[in-house]
């Protein structure tokens, strides 16, 4: 059996490599393929609330969710694993030599070749030696996820229909960076062209999007159109290596308890191999005589197994609660800890005492909930390119935003299943409507309201398409990017591997700060521990948000400020507030600690007094 070309982790196939992604192999690139071109054993993995919000949001009727696959480790048992397919078909031969233009200057030129006039994957040159080659730098795609090679022949040429097809040559000056130094020339007319052409706002020099979707099929293609259906979309230039060629959009819930657990796990274990062909109660009795369904099945009813099966065959009902409102109503229901019994299950949380916090702590905070295990299941929808697509306050997806498909007719999506534990601070209600009364804190939030108008019309983002998360939200998420500093300056778990949830709606406000990996990170009982003292690294939270090492740069920055191009950020950069993108629900959008603390700037908007 071949040896894959390289590997890749399960919890990376969501993220990073997902389908439609790029991916640099030694000699050559790739596309990485579509859930149709996976192949091999998936486990399934349950969680309702996701796969009926899934379901809502690819307007689908129903939605499974399986784990990707796993490479057979036996050479003699079949091939499993996810196809990937080469992309981008054109490559730049590692045969340097110089030309030069008319007007004197000298150019690094190499010869630019299709896949298919390669010999053996190399190139041919006219000394008939045979040379290396990389996958070009760039391609073309749309806002709509499409991806191309692009029609070198007719950029170099100015024309789409040219009958040219003479050698081309990709011309370089200086480090390669500068798109204006980089040319494309054919060596029989002369042609030359600036890659520069192919930047420039609004161009249509690569021509109409042909809705190509290679990690698909090679003929996996579909109309592509704008947003409102009313005009064609043109390709736009995009860097392969890029970090905007790829966005997962990834939907994420917590596992909570439920009375029918066990009802649910049991019908779980024989539902696709037995339950799910059965038509009347009296199926479930024949079923029941095979082995594994009478053991799975053991100490149920079958009438209850029946009004289980007949609940999934109509869909699971839809839920009025959004994913958040969920999560944090069952935090703040949890029973005081005692003692230290932690029974089973995917979900154990308990409140510890609040004796011994500050009182202007006191006066703030309602509950701090220790939450000895938890379960975190995460599953991608789509992806898109140029632009990340962020969830909205709730943490759910914009069900109009432009998606590209990870199937041609999608019945499951890839989930992965995280477990680990974590802490939540609920904050008081009364506090932070009595915060919101105050004319600093309005002045503040219209400042921060202006910027974001701002950011979207520079994206052409519709007012109504997009909405405000508000002050408590980018307090709250200002808060909880200071407090994961803290935290892991102090229990050792490295920031990256802790994720946070931030809740700013009617149910509550509060801060859940959890570890997101599949690995070993979370099954120590660092971020319990450090709950049962949250206080003190609350405290050391506060402290490194007063001042940043760019202030008064940093304290003084206005969301309105156009020179800088960061109209969601308000006192916030790589010196304060920015972490890990993968540990962030918002991308890093949406930070000021100049809401959580008083900065050198003196705006007086924050919620916790410099007593505290």
């Known amino acids: 059996m071949k040896i894959p070309s390289g590997q890749i982790r399960q919890s990376q196939i969501l993220t990073t490599f997902g389908p439609g992604a790029m991916v640099d192999l030694p000699n050559y690139s790739i596309i990485i393929g579509g859930l149709n071109h996976w192949r091999g054993d998936r486990s399934r993995i349950h969680e309702e609330r996701l796969e009926e919000r899934v379901a809502e949001i690819l307007g689908l009727g129903r939605v499974s969710l ?49 896949w298919g006039s390669l010999v053996k994957g190399k190139y041919l040159n006219a000394e008939r030696k045979k040379k290396p080659v990389v996958p070009v730098r760039f391609v073309q795609a749309c806002a709509n996820g499409h991806i191309s090679d692009i029609n070198w022949n007719a950029f170099a040429h100015h024309n789409l229909d040219t009958p040219c097809r003479g050698q081309l040559w990709l011309d370089e000056s200086g480090s390669g960076n500068d798109f204006a130094e980089i040319f494309v020339r054919c060596e029989a007319c002369k042609a030359r062209r600036p890659l520069s052409d192919a930047t420039l706002p609004y161009s249509k020099v690569l021509g109409k999007c042909l809705g190509e979707r290679p990690w698909l099929g090679p003929v996996a293609k579909e109309p592509c159109l704008s947003k409102e259906g009313d005009r064609p979309l043109y390709n736009r230039l995009l860097v392969r290596s890029a970090s905007n060629a790829y966005f997962a959009q990834v939907l994420s819930v917590i596992s909570l308890p439920d009375t029918d657990a066990q009802l649910r796990e049991a019908v779980n274990q024989v539902y696709e191999d037995f339950l799910q062909y059965a038509e009347e109660l009296n199926d479930i009795r024949k079923e029941r005589k095979k082995q594994k369904v009478f053991n799975a099945l053991e100490g149920l009813s079958n009438e209850a197994v029946w009004a289980e099966i007949q609940r999934r065959k109509a869909g699971f009902s839809n839920t009025k609660k959004s994913i958040k409102q969920v999560e944090i109503e069952t935090l703040l229901a949890s029973p005081d800890e005692v003692g230290e019994d932690v029974s089973e299950g995917d979900f154990y949380a308990r409140a510890r005492k609040l004796e011994g916090l500050n009182p202007l702590a006191t006066a703030r905070i309602e509950r701090i909930i220790l939450v000895h295990r938890l379960r975190e299941v995460v599953a ?95 307090m709250l998420h200002s808060l909880s990017h200071l407090l994961i500093t803290a935290v892991s300056l102090e229990c050792g778990y490295a920031a990256s591997a802790i994720r946070e949830r931030i809740y700013a709606g009617d149910s509550g406000y509060g801060i859940l700060l959890y570890t997101g990996t599949s690995g070993n990170d979370g099954t120590l009982g660092g971020l319990v521990q450090i709950g049962k003292r949250i206080e003190l690294l609350l405290i050391s939270a506060l402290e490194l948000g007063r001042l940043c090492s760019n202030d008064p740069v940093c304290a003084q920055h206005g969301p309105e400020n156009d020179a800088e191009d960061r109209f969601l950020h308000g006192a916030a950069c790589h010196g304060c507030l920015l972490i890990a993108e993968t540990s962030c629900e918002r991308r890093n959008d949406f930070l000021d600690r100049a809401l959580v603390v008083n900065t050198v700037s003196g705006n007086s908007a924050a919620f916790f007094p410099d007593e505290l």
Not at 94 to 112: C, H, I, M, V
Not at 420 to 425: A, H, L, N, P
């Open 66 to 114: 399986y784990a990707p696959p796993v490479d057979e480790q036996d050479p003699s048992g079949p091939r499993t694993g996810i196809t990937a397919f080469t992309f981008p078909t054109w490559f730049v031969a590692q045969d340097d030599s110089t030309w030069k233009a008319f007007n004197g200057k000298e150019y690094r030129t190499r010869p630019l070749i299709r």
């Open 380 to 474: 991608q929808v789509g992806f898109t390119r140029f632009e990340a697509a962020m969830p909205d306050i709730e943490g759910e997806l914009d069900i109009n935003v432009r998606r590209a498909a990870l199937d041609i007719d999608p019945t499951w999506v890839p989930a992965i299943e995280n477990r680990g534990e974590g802490v939540f601070i609920a904050f008081k209600k009364q506090a932070i409507d009595q915060w919101l009364k105050q004319k600093a804190v309005g002045e503040r939030g219209e400042e921060l309201h202006r910027g974001f108008q701002k950011w979207c019309n520079t994206r052409g983002i519709p007012q109504d398409k997009a909405k405000f998360p508000g002050l408590p939200y980018i």
